[in-house]
């Protein structure tokens, strides 16, 4: 897991585009910060990608509990930043303005270690169930689990609502799920 060097970050600036067309002004103070935040520790990566990624080998065997809260702010590449950062655009102006931004920095805060800890969880279970100890070291990197949870926040905050996966309009209380399954099948890494 190692970031590309040396070429233009088009997933970047195009992500500082779509911030730009949306106004700073109208986007909420917690979503803005953690906007900030991703894109800072994208420029700026505490650590290479496979000394904050986060497995069940470096979190639970190893116990660098660092990991759960380095390992949702760091992107493999700035494609990946860029969808990641325009699912939060969206989720957190939606979001923060109906819980308020005290509430919204509270649960991106647990939203982001839970995750980690989900992670390893899962991760743990398939080495058992499956025999196979590969699952140990899968590392990962990203916001996508805590996007995950508060897409489930705001089909709760918003019920009655009809999303299109791959073209197929399901209700939104069972579109995240359908969407987790494809986004596995079709990328799996």
């Given at each position: 897991?190692?970031?590309?060097?040396?070429?233009v970050?088009?997933?970047l600036l195009?992500?500082?585009y779509?911030?730009?067309?949306v106004?700073?002004?109208?986007?909420?103070?917690?979503?803005?910060?953690?906007?900030?935040?991703n894109?800072?520790l994208?420029?700026n990566?505490?650590?290479?990608?496979?000394?904050?990624?986060?497995s069940?080998?470096e979190?639970?065997?190893r116990?660098?509990w660092q990991r759960?809260?380095?390992?949702?702010?760091?992107?493999?590449?700035?494609?990946h930043?860029?969808?990641?950062?325009?699912?939060?655009?969206w989720?957190?102006?939606?979001?923060?303005?109906?819980?308020?931004?005290?509430?919204?920095?509270?649960i991106?805060a647990?939203f982001?270690v839970?995750i980690?800890?989900?992670?390893?969880?899962?991760?743990?279970?398939?080495?058992?169930?499956?025999?196979?100890?590969?699952y140990?070291?899968?590392?990962?990197?990203?916001f996508?689990?805590?996007?995950f949870?508060?897409?489930?926040?705001?089909?709760?905050?918003n019920?009655?609502?009809v999303?299109s996966?791959?073209g197929?309009?399901?209700?939104?209380?069972?579109?995240?799920?359908?969407?987790?399954?494809?986004?596995?099948?079709i990328?799996?890494?």
């Amino acid at each position: 897991m190692q970031r590309r060097q040396g070429r233009v970050n088009a997933g970047l600036l195009l992500l500082l585009y779509q911030i730009s067309q949306v106004g700073l002004q109208n986007i909420p103070s917690v979503t803005l910060g953690v906007l900030a935040l991703n894109i800072f520790l994208f420029l700026n990566p505490v650590r290479p990608l496979h000394e904050v990624c986060i497995s069940v080998n470096e979190g639970l065997y190893r116990k660098n509990w660092q990991r759960l809260l380095l390992s949702p702010f760091h992107h493999a590449d700035d494609w990946h930043l860029y969808y990641n950062m325009i699912s939060m655009l969206w989720k957190g102006i939606m979001l923060e303005k109906k819980i308020k931004s005290i509430w919204f920095a509270y649960i991106i805060a647990v939203f982001s270690v839970l995750i980690g800890v989900v992670y390893m969880v899962l991760e743990f279970m398939l080495v058992k169930i499956l025999d196979d100890p590969s699952y140990e070291i899968n590392c990962a990197v990203g916001f996508s689990g805590v996007l995950f949870a508060l897409k489930v926040l705001n089909n709760h905050y918003n019920p009655g609502r009809v999303s299109s996966v791959l073209g197929l309009q399901i209700p939104s209380k069972y579109a995240c799920w359908v969407e987790l399954v494809a986004i596995h099948l079709i990328s799996p890494g």
